[in-house]
């Protein structure tokens, strides 16, 4: 779809910010994020999931 490789994350445990936080920084409104991935409670997604998710 976009093309990128998946990078391998350099940390152990990883975050960071989201489109949201750039939308809500640059335009001074209120923005949300469609989850598409199946739901894994509140931590980031195993890389296992994102072939299914963008194939």
């Known amino acids: 779809m976009t093309r990128y490789a998946l990078a391998k994350p350099q940390k152990k445990n990883p975050s960071g ?7 809500v920084l640059r335009f001074k ?9 199946p739901y ?14 963008w194939s």
């Open 17 to 23: 910010g989201s489109d949201k936080d750039w939308f």
């Open 29 to 37: 409104r209120p923005g949300f994020t469609i989850g598409v991935a």
């Open 40 to 53: 894994v409670g509140e931590r980031p997604v195993p890389l296992k999931y994102f072939p299914a998710i």
